[in-house]
């Protein structure tokens, strides 16, 4: 059964950081690009970021982008993601998914469909 458990989450203050963890069980974890997507309340899914298979190739969303980086160690079959310079509206559920082939970016964007499994999410807040 794929399972993909993210944790590290939690409230933190403008500025601040948090890294994210995505442990992934189920599959071969080496054989898939993996991504993050977030999704505020009241909003719809916003893809954050995503990496290769190997990790050598990573893409980023233009909110993130320099903030956000994305890693991955397939020794320990888990995905990561570090979020320095954190503001309120980077508040959001933050979701790893498995990608169903090879990551496309459409548009600055990797469509839903592109994902064959999801994890059931961790939260992240960010206030003063």
């Known amino acids: 059964e794929v399972q993909l458990v993210e944790s590290g989450g939690g409230m933190v203050q403008p500025e601040g950081t948090l890294k994210l963890s995505c442990a992934a069980s189920?599959?071969?974890?080496?054989?898939?690009?993996m991504s993050w997507v977030r999704q505020a309340p009241g909003k719809g899914p916003e893809w954050v970021s995503a990496?290769?298979?190997?990790?050598?190739?990573?893409y980023y969303a233009d909110s993130v982008k320099g903030r956000f980086t994305i890693s991955r160690d397939n020794a320990e079959n888990t995905l990561y993601l570090q979020l320095n310079s954190l503001k309120p509206e980077d508040t959001a559920q933050y979701y790893c998914?498995?990608?169903?082939?090879?990551?496309?970016?459409?548009?600055?964007?990797?469509?839903?469909?592109?994902?064959?499994?999801w994890g059931r999410g961790t939260q992240v807040t960010v206030s003063s």
């Open positions: 998914a498995r990608v169903r082939g090879t990551i496309v970016v459409v548009g600055g964007d990797i469509p839903l469909r592109e994902y064959d499994y």
């Open positions: 990496i290769s298979k190997g990790g050598t190739i990573t």
């Open positions: 189920g599959f071969t974890f080496s054989s898939y690009d």
